[in-house]
């Protein structure tokens, strides 16, 4: 792709006009001097639903996007429309990059690279003996491929609502091995008692979700914490986390390196992670 063909790309789903996914990948493309237009695309605000998607879809190829990224409600919604899936999305279940060319449209999960690729970067030599997520919504079925391809042996997922839970157990088994994903039968204290490390995947710690999504007193130093809220940064449960020594990871790596690993797919360029993790950390200092 030359540096002079500008591209042109959006972010579709309900309520996407606050995002800070269109300022990061504008300011990294004009950073590597690429024309880069990235747009919200706000069903809410342009009272249309997810069952619009198809011709949301159409106009935006029509109109020459290069490409599209979807959020909530549209991740699965995607899936029929496309023309062929990355086998990493199709796994997951799940797409959020849509790229458009000549042979059609491609779906892809950057979640789930994203935010094993901020495991590495961030907490790469921690034990993944076994590993207690807890929630098995969206966000839920992205981090849990990621925790069993970057070597979880054992995996156990926690939900309020034990048919989700069970759901996301089978779907990971089914690809993974039933031995080594499991739906949470133990209360949490004996989980966080034997495990190596906790993810943290619910609303809950978000400022219209306050509190944590257990008793923090269950924290031990051993124990890793990762905490998929980037809404503040801390939550409370990273703070208790980190006063006692654990090792964390926060959800600014997965809000990053979704970003970076979508701005390969759309621009054809590599982002610079550490810069983007900057720009990132100075938007929501700034809100």
Same mark, same amino acid.
């Given at each position: 792709m030359h540096h002079d063909s500008p591209i042109l790309a959006g972010l579709i789903g309900s309520g996407t006009a606050p995002s800070l996914t269109p300022a990061l990948h504008m300011e990294e493309g004009r950073r590597q001097g690429l024309t880069y237009v990235y747009r919200p695309i706000d069903l809410t605000a342009l009272h249309?639903?997810? !069952? !619009? *998607? @198809?011709? /949301? *879809?159409?106009?935006a190829e029509r109109l020459g996007f290069t490409a599209v990224n979807v959020t909530h409600p549209c991740k699965q919604a995607v899936i029929p429309l496309l023309d062929r899936i990355d086998p990493v999305a199709a796994r997951v279940g799940a797409v959020n990059t849509v790229r458009f060319g000549p042979d059609g449209r491609t779906g892809f999960n950057t979640d789930t690279t994203g935010y094993e690729c901020a495991f590495r970067a961030a907490i790469p030599t921690v034990r993944l003996g076994h590993v207690t997520q807890i929630g098995a919504g969206g966000a839920g079925a992205a981090v849990g491929d990621a925790l069993l391809r970057l070597g979880a042996q054992r995996l156990t997922i926690v939900d309020v609502d034990s048919s989700r839970a069970a759901e996301l157990t089978d779907a990971l088994a089914g690809r993974h091995g039933?031995? /080594?994903v499991a739906a949470g039968v133990d209360a949490l204290p004996e989980l966080l008692a034997a495990c190596d490390g906790v993810v943290q995947c619910t609303p #809950? &710690?978000? $400022?219209h979700h @306050? &509190? $944590?999504p257990f008793d923090l007193g269950l924290l031990r130093p051993e124990l890793w914490v990762s905490d998929v809220i980037y809404r503040p #940064?801390?939550?409370p449960l990273l703070r208790r986390a980190r006063q006692i020594g654990c090792a964390t990871l926060d959800g600014s790596g997965m809000a990053v390196f979704q970003a970076v690993d979508a701005f390969r797919i759309i621009t054809g360029h590599a982002a610079d992670a550490g810069r983007m993790t900057r720009h990132f950390q100075s938007l929501i200092a700034a809100e």
């Open positions: 249309l639903n997810a !069952d !619009d *998607l @198809p011709s /949301v *879809l159409q106009w039933a031995d /080594v #809950i &710690g978000m $400022a @306050p &509190g $944590a #940064i801390e939550t």
